[in-house]
């Protein structure tokens, strides 16, 4: 229980000594006109209030990820707690904000135009098709999700899964298709206060139960039902996802750079949805540790098989909330899948429109992109509703992939800092971690190559190794020679950007 405390402090600490840290070291300015007012269509660029941002940021890349992440991530023991805390507060918040400040320095460019910023044209073709199917995946996954716990907790007549993946597909895309601040920007006052009930609930109960939770000092123990399949790394590190760093945040971080009134809120808006989704996840992690590892209450005993984390979230909230603040507490769940996969799907369509240089201000051009992406997002779904491991199968790449863009992301994110001799240490050090986890993971996991552990881990030491020498060499022997070639090559790009998109 300590750690818990200690922890949660130190999360909130790290927002303002941090993350001013890193604010400073990339220089805002307030003067500066921002993409809501320079480029303003009023429909994806908008200027909204910081609040309604802030809450639209935080639920975009909240999803289940902090939830479901952390609970599956709590059978690794106390070592979740840690991996919370630092991996916001020196990794994801870092991630977070640096990628949005970009964008709204840079007229609201997306991800993939990034990418292409960070590195070359052909990297953000690669990155493009990447994160396509990223955000399908997440369409996807986030459909099944909310509809089965809607299903648990609503049970009117002739209302089954299937009726519930037809309604939030209808809703996924009208948010996708109207103005931001039509639909999204209305709804989601609601879902965040669905959403922070629940986290501020169950975080009250932990304290007025004060459960015996395992502690740091006491040794980092994997308690994991198969610790050899699922050793701390990398296994944990894939597991707890969007509650510590994310790359499918960097995917998110564009919409609200369009939508931002003064550069002065990055780090609010940015940096503070990623401590507070640190928060959430760290309040699930205790939650369940309480709940899998307490003789009487425990959800695992005698190696029966683990529950779902749906089932698992149910179970906390019902037993500490109430028949009536279990129902509020999951209704907060599905806002946070349901509120991930809608602006999943509207950032594949503008990673699209932007690509091909479409204009989305006619909702003829809207419908016709988003129609595609929405029929293959349902081919996806129903082969994880059909397949008895078609979900968990799409979650494992999801994940994978996820942690994947996060790395490629802060690679990128260490050459613009360097490129304009500024501290890229604060994400080069994460760079490198999350690269040798990405790596040792695909050579590991079953799903990969499926290699012995010990090997894995060199392998992953090595490639990192390989590409930070990769980094020095290029900074030390190319850089000066060729980033002024780079930057007015890009400089066509941007242009491009910026010009009026063909209809």
Same mark, same amino acid.
């Given at each position: 229980?300590y750690?818990?405390?200690?922890?949660?402090i130190?999360?909130?600490?790290?927002?303002?000594?941090?993350?001013?840290?890193?604010?400073t070291?990339?220089?805002?300015?307030?003067?500066?006109?921002?993409?809501?007012?320079?480029r303003?269509?009023?429909?994806?660029?908008?200027?909204?209030?910081?609040?309604?941002?802030?809450?639209?940021?935080f639920?975009?890349?909240?999803?289940?990820?902090?939830?479901f992440?952390?609970?599956?991530?709590?059978?690794?023991?106390?070592?979740?707690?840690?991996?919370?805390?630092?991996?916001?507060?020196?990794?994801?918040?870092?991630?977070?904000?640096?990628s949005?400040?970009?964008?709204?320095t840079?007229?609201?460019?997306?991800?993939?135009?990034?990418?292409?910023?960070?590195?070359?044209?052909?990297?953000k073709?690669?990155?493009?098709?990447?994160?396509?199917?990223?955000?399908?995946?997440?369409g996807?996954?986030?459909?099944?999700?909310?509809?089965?716990l809607?299903?648990?907790?609503?049970p009117?007549?002739?209302?089954?899964?299937m009726?519930?993946?037809v309604?939030?597909?209808?809703?996924?895309?009208?948010?996708?298709?109207?103005p931001?601040?039509?639909?999204?920007?209305?709804?989601?006052p609601?879902?965040g206060?669905?959403?922070?009930?629940m986290?501020?609930?169950?975080?009250?109960m932990?304290?007025?139960?004060?459960?015996?939770?395992?502690?740091?000092?006491?040794?980092?123990?994997?308690?994991?039902?198969n610790?050899?399949?699922?050793?701390?790394?990398?296994?944990?590190?894939?597991?707890i996802a969007?509650?510590?760093?994310s790359g499918?945040?960097?995917?998110?971080s564009?919409?609200?750079?369009?939508?931002i009134?003064?550069?002065?809120?990055?780090?609010? @808006?940015?940096?503070?949805?990623?401590?507070?989704?640190?928060?959430?996840?760290?309040?699930w992690?205790?939650?369940?540790?309480?709940?899998?590892?307490?003789?009487e209450?425990?959800? @695992?005993?005698?190696?029966?098989?683990i529950?779902?984390p749906?089932?698992?979230?149910?179970?906390?909230s019902?037993?500490?909330?109430?028949?009536?603040?279990?129902?509020?507490?999951?209704?907060?769940?599905?806002?946070?899948?349901?509120?991930?996969?809608d602006?999943?799907?509207?950032s594949?369509?503008?990673?699209?429109?932007?690509?091909?240089?479409?204009?989305?201000?006619?909702i003829?051009?809207?419908?016709?992109?988003?129609?595609?992406?929405f029929?293959?997002?349902?081919?996806?779904?129903?082969?994880?509703?059909?397949?008895?491991d078609?979900?968990?199968t799409?979650?494992?790449?999801?994940?994978?992939?996820n942690?994947?863009?996060?790395?490629?992301?802060?690679?990128?994110?260490?050459?613009?800092?360097a490129?304009r001799?500024?501290?890229?240490?604060?994400?080069?050090?994460p760079?490198?971690?999350?690269?040798?986890?990405?790596v040792?993971?695909?050579?590991?996991?079953?799903q990969?190559?499926?290699m012995?552990?010990?090997?894995?881990?060199?392998?992953?030491?090595?490639?990192?190794?390989?590409?930070?020498?990769?980094?020095?060499?290029?900074?030390?022997?190319?850089?000066?020679?060729?980033?002024?070639?780079?930057?007015?090559?890009y400089s066509?790009?941007?242009?491009?950007?910026?010009?009026?998109?063909?209809?």
């Amino acid at each position: 229980m300590y750690s818990f405390t200690i922890c949660l402090i130190a999360l909130i600490a790290g927002y303002f000594i941090y993350g001013k840290i890193v604010e400073t070291v990339f220089g805002i300015n307030k003067n500066r006109k921002t993409p809501a007012y320079v480029r303003r269509d009023n429909v994806d660029y908008v200027p909204l209030p910081t609040w309604k941002v802030f809450m639209i940021q935080f639920l975009n890349i909240a999803g289940v990820g902090p939830i479901f992440g952390a609970i599956m991530g709590s059978m690794f023991g106390s070592a979740s707690f840690l991996w919370i805390v630092l991996g916001s507060i020196f990794a994801g918040g870092v991630h977070d904000f640096l990628s949005g400040a970009i964008s709204v320095t840079y007229y609201g460019i997306n991800l993939p135009q990034l990418h292409g910023l960070f590195f070359n044209n052909t990297i953000k073709k690669v990155m493009l098709a990447f994160m396509i199917i990223m955000l399908i995946l997440v369409g996807a996954v986030f459909v099944s999700t909310p509809a089965a716990l809607l299903e648990n907790i609503l049970p009117f007549p002739n209302m089954n899964g299937m009726v519930w993946i037809v309604i939030i597909f209808i809703y996924y895309f009208l948010a996708t298709l109207l103005p931001i601040d039509q639909l999204i920007g209305r709804i989601y006052p609601l879902f965040g206060a669905c959403l922070m009930f629940m986290a501020i609930g169950i975080m009250v109960m932990i304290f007025v139960h004060h459960p015996a939770l395992p502690e740091i000092w006491q040794g980092l123990e994997n308690k994991n039902p198969n610790p050899t399949e699922n050793p701390i790394f990398p296994m944990m590190f894939i597991s707890i996802a969007c509650g510590a760093i994310s790359g499918f945040h960097a995917t998110q971080s564009p919409l609200m750079a369009r939508c931002i009134k003064n550069e002065k809120y990055e780090r609010p @808006v940015f940096y503070g949805a990623m401590i507070v989704e640190g928060i959430v996840a760290l309040v699930w992690a205790a939650a369940a540790t309480y709940f899998f590892y307490d003789p009487e209450v425990g959800l @695992v005993t005698n190696g029966e098989k683990i529950p779902s984390p749906g089932v698992i979230v149910n179970t906390i909230s019902t037993n500490w909330l109430g028949t009536v603040g279990g129902i509020i507490a999951i209704i907060g769940v599905v806002a946070a899948a349901i509120t991930s996969g809608d602006t999943a799907f509207r950032s594949a369509r503008l990673i699209v429109a932007d690509f091909f240089n479409i204009n989305q201000k006619k909702i003829r051009n809207r419908l016709l992109t988003a129609a595609v992406l929405f029929l293959v997002s349902f081919c996806v779904m129903w082969y994880s509703m059909t397949d008895k491991d078609g979900f968990e199968t799409i979650w494992q790449y999801f994940a994978w992939s996820n942690q994947t863009l996060a790395c490629v992301t802060l690679w990128g994110l260490t050459i613009f800092l360097a490129t304009r001799n500024k501290c890229y240490w604060i994400t080069l050090i994460p760079a490198m971690f999350m690269t040798s986890v990405v790596v040792t993971y695909i050579f590991f996991d079953a799903q990969g190559i499926n290699m012995n552990y010990t090997l894995s881990c060199i392998l992953g030491i090595v490639i990192t190794m390989l590409t930070t020498c990769l980094f020095f060499w290029w900074k030390f022997k190319f850089m000066k020679s060729r980033i002024e070639k780079h930057w007015n090559n890009y400089s066509g790009e941007l242009r491009k950007f910026v010009e009026k998109p063909k209809d």
